[in-house]
């Protein structure tokens, strides 16, 4: 065979490769969260306050806010407002990802939809036989959260809790 056409066939299975290893595009890379939220909203760090006054009172142990946390629950608000569905989609993967980049030994989510403040999600969640059970859960030791706006101006959330 000739050169030309050798490293014509070599160019045509690289590019075979690269296109068919692609990330998908589905708006979330679960296991390529190299962006770790580091900066938080004045509503998030109420949140997290909030949530640990709200456990301090019931004798348990205040949660660690830790950035890489915050970073899953911002790819699944984000997921969240590009759906325009409040869900716990995609659980598994963030687990998955908790444990592999926070060393987490169990997992717990708590998502909400509309909420103009943080003590009204708060009060939300407690309200909420699920959600408050995760919120009060004993053995988490850390936390993480997300807040983003649709288009509308409606408030997502995303609060993530670990034990570690």
Known sequence: MNPSKINLLLFA???TVITSCSIEENGIYFDEINEVKEGYSIMELEIMDLVNNHREELGLFPLINLNIISSVALSHTTYMVETNVVNHNNFAEN???LVIKANAKSVGENVAYGFETASGVVNGW????GHKAILEKSNYTHFGISIEQ???GRNYFTQIFIQQ
């Open 126 to 129: 407690l309200n909420s036989e």
């Open 95 to 97: 687990h998955k990802n």
């Open 13 to 15: 299975f690289v590019c």
């Open 150 to 152: 649709n288009s509308e």
